[in-house]
């Protein structure tokens, strides 16, 4: 079994910042990637962001040039630094591990491919 744990989400003014952080523990070498979702009311669960391990980054459109998806393998921990939020930043964000296979995260159904979710952090962006 794997373990995720995020945090750092909080209730920030449009133009602000967070860091989230997602910690990985348990079979760690049973999988391929981990990816951040995230979902706001009423819509379906989106990927927003993944470091591969040669370094390469992959963003969705609306977040490219705001976010910055990072790792520090040695504490097992993925990050994503969220600048210039916007109130369609508000959402609880994910972060999901997949065993195996592409690690999509822009397909529409990029969700249903992965085996570990996290409980999630919440992030409000609100004047």
């Known amino acids: 079994q794997v373990q995720l744990v995020e945090s750092g989400g909080d209730s920030v003014k449009p133009g602000g910042s967070l860091r989230l952080a997602c910690e990985v523990s348990?079979?760690?070498?049973?999988?391929?990637?981990v990816s951040w979702f995230r979902q706001s009311a009423g819509k379906e669960r989106e990927g927003v962001a993944r470091?591969?391990?040669?370094?390469?980054?992959t963003y969705r459109s609306s977040v490219k040039g705001r976010f910055t998806v990072s790792k520090d393998a040695a504490r097992n921990t993925l990050y994503l630094q969220m600048d210039n939020l916007r109130p369609e930043d508000t959402a609880m964000y994910y972060c999901?591990?997949?065993?195996?296979?592409?690690?999509?995260?822009?397909?529409?159904?990029?969700?249903?491919?992965?085996?570990?979710w996290g409980q999630g952090t919440q992030v409000t962006v609100s004047s």
């Open positions: 348990g079979a760690i070498d049973t999988i391929n990637c």
């Open positions: 999901a591990a997949r065993k195996s296979g592409t690690c999509y995260i822009l397909r529409p159904d990029a969700k249903n491919y992965y085996n570990y």
């Open positions: 470091v591969d391990d040669d370094g390469t980054q």
